[in-house]
Nanobody, 116 residues
Framework: QVQLVESGGGLVQPGGSLRLSCAAS????????MGWYRQAPEKQRELVAF???????NYADSVKERFTISRDNAKNTVYLQMNSLKAEDTAVYYC??????????WGQGTQVTVSS
């Protein structure tokens, strides 16, 4: 069993930056792909990015060149650095652990609001 706890969400102005963190329990962290989905009001949950155990990364087209995912296996933590934020990035962001984009464990979610 893996428990995931996200932090770092909040309110930011358009063009600003935020860094989300997701801390995982357990010793299996390094064996999982880790990533983020997001869900905006009245929209389906969508994949944002993931990083494999070998540090290969994958991004949604809508966030390429703006978001960067990374992981620290010593701290059992995955990060999502979000730059040049837009209003359309507003959503609840969910951390996950799994295999590529397939989710085995979900975090509880953290709200990101981009607004002036």
């Amino acid at each position: 069993q893996v428990q995931l706890v996200e932090s770092g969400g909040g309110l930011v102005q358009p063009g600003g930056s935020l860094r989300l963190s997701c801390a995982a329990s357990g010793s299996m962290f390094r064996l999982y792909s880790m990533g983020w989905y997001r869900q905006a009001p009245e929209k389906q949950r969508e994949l944002v990015a993931f990083i494999t155990p070998g540090d290969n990364t994958n991004y949604a087209d809508s966030v390429k060149e703006r978001f960067t995912i990374s992981r620290d296996n010593a701290k059992n933590t995955v990060y999502l650095q979000m730059n040049s934020l837009k209003a359309e990035d507003t959503a609840v962001y969910y951390c996950y652990a799994g295999f590529l984009a397939a989710v085995k464990y979900w975090g509880q979610g953290t709200q990101v609001t981009v607004s002036s």
